[in-house]
């Protein structure tokens, strides 16, 4: 199984700041990688897939980037409807996909 | 408008079983894989079972022989059959649409197994 390792598993940050999340996987996924955001008693909601591409109708403050087993989460000025939990996906192995533990990114 | 919607939670005793059912509208089912991913209270993310178009299935080791997916194309439903229930089974289950690289793009809001006696 690919494991998905998130760093860190929890952060907190001011409204205006940008903030970075890590995905590391446990072997090589080219750039098969999403990236979900999720608040309290909702659904996951898709941002981006194939590591860096915006799903339709996701501002573009999100950006994502790498390749292999490396991957990373950008917000580039964090707003207070961002305050949520992120997940990354691995789907290099789909349909037997793996999900990174979580980021919960706080207010400060 | 692309619609998930889950349905068929519910409290079940450990042993037993329950039947999980996912209503599609605003777009062609039948045309793609489906998944259940679940996820426990305060936890994260678990891939539970996935759908081919064809009607192939595959699980993890959690739930293997335990978990039945299964599809309705002709009335836009998707289903999870599970048995044996454990108290480790409690958790919200979505299901969730893949696009045509696997990547999920759409969920739906979720339904809650509690497994207790």
């Known amino acids: 199984d690919i494991q998905m390792t998130q760093s860190p598993s929890s952060l907190s940050a001011s409204v205006g700041d940008r903030v970075t999340i890590t995905c590391r996987a446990s072997?090589?996924?080219?750039?098969?990688l999403a990236w979900f955001q999720q608040k309290p008693g909702k659904a996951p909601k898709s941002l981006i897939y194939?590591?860096?591409s915006l799903q339709s109708g996701v501002p573009s403050k999100f950006s994502g980037s790498g390749s292999g087993t490396d991957f990373t989460l950008t917000i580039s000025s964090l707003q207070p409807e961002d305050f949520a939990t992120y997940y990354c996906?691995?789907?290099?192995?789909?349909?037997?996909?793996?999900f990174g533990q979580g980021t919960k990114v706080e207010i400060k | 408008e692309v619609q998930l919607v889950e349905s068929g939670g519910g409290l079940v005793q450990p042993g037993g079983s329950l039947r999980l059912s996912c209503a599609a509208s605003?777009?062609?089912?039948?045309?793609?894989?489906m998944h259940w991913v679940r996820q426990a209270t305060g936890k994260g993310l678990e891939w539970v079972s996935a759908?081919?178009?064809?009607?192939?299935?595959y699980y993890p080791g959690s739930v293997k022989g335990r978990f039945t997916i299964s599809r309705e194309n002709a009335k836009n439903s998707l289903y999870l059959q599970m048995n044996s229930l454990r108290a480790g089974d409690t958790a919200v289950y979505y299901c969730?649409?893949?696009?045509?690289?696997?990547?999920?793009?759409?969920w739906g809001q979720g339904t809650m197994v509690t497994v207790s006696s």
């Open positions: 969730a649409r893949p696009n045509t690289i696997g990547a999920f793009d759409i």
């Open positions: 996906q691995q789907y290099n192995s789909y349909p037997f996909v793996t």
């Open positions: 759908i081919g178009t064809a009607g192939d299935t």
């Open positions: 194939a590591a860096s």
């Open positions: 072997q090589g996924i080219s750039n098969y």
């Open positions: 605003g777009f062609t089912f039948s045309s793609y894989d």
